[in-house]
Nanobody
Framework: QVQLVESGGGSVQPGGSLRLSCAAS????????MSWHRQVPGKERALVAA????????NYTDSVKGRFTISRDNAKNTLYLQMNSLKPEDTAVYYC????????????WGQGTQVTVSS
């Protein structure tokens, strides 16, 4: 039973910080690339940041570069997203994703956690 459970969302003022966590279970975490995506009502889910299996390959969408940091702890089966200098445009539901390309694509999603940035 594959599970991805996000936590750490909430409401903050512009300029504030949050750290999201994604606890993984039911699969070999270190064999999967991980990523964070976000979605606003009426828009498609969009990639925020991605990290390779070993944590050495990292990519961010342009709008969060310099403000967000993705990381993973394979010993704890946990993915993180440190979000600093938050802006109202960062308001969204944030989702954790696990993906592995092999004979077939394995693609798993968490339930999402709400992040709201407002004054």
């Amino acid at each position: 039973q594959v599970q991805l459970v996000e936590s750490g969302g909430g409401s903050v003022q512009p300029g504030g910080s949050l750290r999201l966590s994604c606890a993984a279970s039911g699969f070999t975490f270190s064999s999967y690339a991980m990523s964070w995506h976000r979605q606003v009502p009426g828009k498609e889910r969009a990639l925020v940041a991605a990290i390779s299996r070993g944590g050495t390959g990292i990519n961010y969408t342009d709008s969060v570069k310099g403000r967000f940091t993705i990381s993973r702890d394979n010993a704890k089966n946990t993915l993180y997203l440190q979000m600093n200098s938050l802006k109202p445009e960062d308001t969204a539901v944030y989702y954790c994703n696990a993906r592995r390309f092999g004979v077939h694509l394995e693609d798993y999603w968490g339930q999402g956690t709400q992040v709201t940035v407002s004054s």
